[in-house]
């Protein structure tokens, strides 16, 4: 069989698909690991709570239950729970939006695909655009969506040295050639995978430089606000009609639900929807129905603010303080600053091994990590620091193996620098 263009670039091996199946492998063979790799989010019981509560109702309500089950939404998505998001985003976020500003996916990882896609490739008069990272390491899941070859580009972040353990991320916009070949910015806010949340300044100047050369501003807010919440920083939500904001249901608790939704101004949506009739008719509605409720009451929020979000800072402080703890203190071992997400983005500088030797010891000791250098799309040269981090989910196990866990990098960090 001869494989179209297409069939061989996403039939063939991406960076994402040897890292699960790696993960799948290992998982496999039966050993008890600690995966602290993926990006499940915590079961937190008070949100399954509300969950399993809501399923019940769906359930025991005929029309409530075919709507779950035996019913295609308009390819645009839930015409209630887009009504009762755009009202949601006008009243708490002082967003003007109205319900044609919004449209459903299934998964922010379609809306990605879509939407890169709309913006980035080839265009009729025959020249070609990229999607324009301000800043790499970025999301693992973008690198692949592209349907054509050489589809980011991404300037190196500035690093600002926080102290003696941490550092942050800044864009660094002496570097960022925003011209004729950018189709779009796109940035997650905040970052999956280093927890930087870029600063409102930041968001601003992008803005101004995504105006400026008519392309739209991504923002990926997949982590961020209004829900799931997790911004453990001052980060004023931003939306603009040039403004393309990306959120999901996942990250609140639903990752399988696949709801996705794409706030950014009529024409934008417009396409979306039509996009989406051609690739799945329509979006599950499951993910809507279980939610409509928590949206329409605002509830949804007060959950992120009052559960999802102090459950991972409390997490986020016990790996912190693990980490002071465990690693050892003659060596340079550095976080970034976590200002969000469910991660912790650490940094060995001037490492002896790469990275990816790092994850295979800690796998040989039954500890899944994810190497930082899958996360350096668009970065074009070998840059030493790509090989130097790893990220680290501090959520998705019980603290026991946690601790078990951060103690095994500790252990295979202090070997791999001082033998
Ligand atoms: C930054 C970021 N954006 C988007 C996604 C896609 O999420 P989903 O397709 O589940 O909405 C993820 C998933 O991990 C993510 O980390």
Redesign the pocket.
Known sequence: MKLSAFGEKFGSTTGIQVLMDDIGDALASGRDMILMGG?NPASIPAVEAVFQARMARLAAQPELLNQVLGSYDPPQGNATLINDLAALFRQRLGWQVSARNIALTN????G?FMLFNMFAGPFKDGTQRQIQLPLAPE?I?YADAGLGADFFAAAHPQIDQLGQREFKYRVCFDELEIGDQTGAICV?RPT?PTGNVITDEEVEHLDALAQANDIPLII?G??GVPFPGLIFTQATPFWNQNTIVCL?L?KLGL?TA?T?IVVANEEVIQTVARTNAIINLASGNFGALLTQELVHTGEIIDLSNQVVRPYYEQRLDFVKSLLHREMDNTIPWAMHKPEGTMFTWMWFKDLPISSQELYERLKARDVIVVSGHHFFIGIKDDWQHRHECIRVNYAAQTPERIEKGIKIIAEEVRKAYLG
């Not at 998964?107 to 379609?110: D, F, L, P, V, W």
């Open positions: 990006g998964g922010s990882q379609a990605f999301y899941g997650s999956n990926d997949a982590y999901s996942s990752p696949r996705g």
